[in-house]
């Protein structure tokens, strides 16, 4: 079986059924651009998605993990959070200067109560398309921003390729189980699989030669894939995070398994993301661990990082201004500044925790969404399914986040998370991403369908008009 992402000199072998017209040019196969080292509003790392049955009622769903930049600096407070603020930050951020309009937010329901008439899109976002061909929950989107194209894997156990400048399939291939994680990174598609017999395998394909490589030693879904230091790490529903580096003569072994007698994870291992020298892990209980991928060894552990649900998994990890964001089923985000004593990475407490329960919940700030009673408890929060940071037009830094039962996505503007809209129309969305070339929003939900959103330039007013 062979990846065929566009044009190229013929390959041998099987390839998954064809979609589409024209095929554009062959993928480059580079890492998703959204996240990368160089992009200019500081989110960083691979892209992958996972998914994991076992908490599906419960809303375990989650999409992405990215990547932490090198310095030790302290990075902004939020909302009056503690610690000095990194002087590089300012200049790392390399905002453009061309302006766009924003939406508001209008709240967000809870579950239980009756939904509501969709609500309207911010004014500065439009929808394009709905790309359809899949036919179980997709649980995670990519962009290759080289090629233009789109990679969405869902559990109907195939990975689709899309052309996002006609929006055709130009691809199709059988992977042979269900797709739980999936990065595009140094000219290699990764995708991660559970196999009919429990197996946890993750294909990869060189993008340039189209040769396929089965890496295998996971049980389970392989929930996570991240890759730094010129080495690929998976982290699984085993509890296990396994090491591969490239080979000459198999493509890529296992150099090492890291396991809870060895300081890992002792729950399934939910996100990854590594960038410099650290890969940070995430678990079902709602730890997180920071490895030295140099060094190859645990330089800290955030035990209960999150702790405010019976089932606290932590869904979604990224990296903005030198600073962790974790995403998780207790509802919360919460942001983890770099520790200034070299002994830790992190703050082994958050700087920063949204929505702040001393203020009643995400809810209470919405001029729509329930409010506490006087001296009652603040409302319960939906659990967050995915988060994924991109920039408007105007260079302002926003993060897409899903919550669990609800219909919508949620803008959030950074830092100060002030509402900027919703889009409607989907449920459960696991997986989100953004192309900056073409200034798209891109989710995948549970009921198969992948949706794009564009976000437009309001005009502006006439400087010499009265």
């Known amino acids: 079986m062979q990846m065929d992402t566009g044009d190229g000199p013929s390959r041998r072998g099987g390839r998954g059924p064809r979609r589409g017209g024209n095929r554009p040019p062959q993928s480059t196969g580079r890492h998703n651009d959204q996240y990368s080292n160089n992009r200019p509003d500081n989110y960083q790392?691979?892209?992958?998605?996972?998914?994991?049955?076992?908490?599906?009622?419960?809303?375990?769903?989650?999409?992405?993990?990215?990547?932490?930049?090198?310095?030790?600096?302290?990075?902004?407070?939020?909302?009056?959070?503690r610690g000095s603020q990194n002087p590089g930050y300012q200049q790392q951020q390399g905002y453009s200067s061309n302006r766009g309009g924003r939406g508001r937010g209008r709240g967000?329901?809870?579950?239980?109560?009756?939904?509501?008439?969709?609500?309207?899109?911010?004014?500065?976002?439009?929808?394009?398309?709905?790309?359809?061909?899949?036919t179980g929950k997709v649980t995670v989107v990519a962009m290759d921003q080289g090629s233009g194209q789109l990679f969405t894997g869902s559990h109907d156990g195939?990975?689709?390729?899309?052309?996002?400048?006609?929006?055709?399939?130009?691809?199709?291939?059988?992977?042979?189980?269900?797709?739980?994680?999936?990065?595009?990174?140094?000219?290699?598609?990764?995708v991660g699989i559970k196999t009919p017999a429990n197996q946890g395998q993750i294909k990869a394909w060189n993008m340039s030669t189209n040769q396929e490589t089965v890496l295998e030693g996971h049980t389970g879904q392989v929930l996570s894939l991240a890759?730094?230091?010129?080495?690929?790490?998976?982290?699984?529903?085993?509890?296990?995070?396994?090491?591969?580096?490239?080979?000459?003569?198999?493509?890529?072994?296992?150099?090492?398994?890291?396991?809870?007698?060895?300081?890992?994870?002792?729950?399934?291992?939910?996100?990854?993301?590594?960038?410099?020298?650290?890969?940070?892990?995430?678990?079902?209980?709602?730890n997180i661990k920071v490895w030295d991928v140099t060094a190859g060894v645990l330089r800290q552990a955030v035990d209960r990082a999150h702790s405010g649900a019976a089932l606290a998994a932590i869904t979604d990890l990224f990296v903005w201004q030198n600073c962790l964001f974790s995403g998780s089923l207790d509802g919360c985000i919460k942001v983890w500044?770099?520790?200034p004593d070299p002994s830790a990475v992190i703050n082994a407490a958050p700087s920063f925790v949204f929505p702040d329960a001393a203020e009643g919940g995400a809810a209470a700030r919405s001029p729509t969404g329930p409010r506490p009673r006087p001296g009652g408890p603040a409302p319960a929060l939906p659990?967050?399914?995915?988060?994924?940071?991109?920039?408007?037009?105007?260079?302002?830094?926003?993060?897409?986040?899903?919550?669990?039962?609800?219909?919508v996505i949620r803008l959030w503007e950074l830092p100060s998370f002030e509402g900027r809209g919703v889009l409607s129309g989907v449920k459960n969305v696991r997986a989100m991403t953004g192309y900056s070339a073409g200034n798209l929003l891109l989710s995948g939900d549970e009921r198969g369908q992948v949706k794009i959103w564009r976000w437009r330039e309001l005009p502006q007013a006439n400087a010499g008009a009265f």
Not at 55 to 65: I, P
Not at 124 to 131: I, K, N, Q, S, Y
Not at 248 to 269: I, K, M, N, Q
Not at 396 to 404: E, G, H, I, Q, T
Request: charge should be negative.
């Open 45 to 81: 790392g691979g892209t992958s998605g996972r998914q994991n049955d076992t908490y599906y009622n419960s809303g375990y769903q989650d999409q992405y993990h990215q990547g932490w930049q090198n310095g030790r600096g302290r990075g902004r407070g939020y909302f009056g959070g």
């Open 337 to 339: 500044e770099p520790c």
């Open 227 to 286: 890759a730094a230091g010129g080495m690929l790490f998976s982290g699984a529903q085993d509890a296990t995070i396994r090491v591969w580096k490239p080979s000459p003569l198999a493509g890529f072994e296992c150099s090492a398994v890291l396991r809870a007698d060895g300081g890992g994870h002792s729950s399934p291992v939910s996100c990854l993301c590594a960038s410099g020298p650290y890969l940070f892990s995430a678990d079902f209980k709602g």
């Open 383 to 407: 659990g967050i399914l995915a988060l994924a940071g991109l920039t408007d037009p105007a260079g302002r830094a926003v993060l897409m986040v899903s919550y669990n039962g609800e219909p």
């Open 108 to 134: 967000r329901s809870q579950p239980g109560q009756s939904q509501p008439a969709p609500e309207p899109l911010p004014d500065d976002v439009e929808f394009l398309a709905e790309l359809k061909g899949h």
């Open 158 to 190: 195939t990975v689709r390729v899309w052309s996002c400048a006609s929006g055709e399939c130009v691809s199709t291939v059988d992977v042979g189980g269900e797709v739980d994680s999936l990065l595009l990174e140094a000219g290699f598609l990764f």
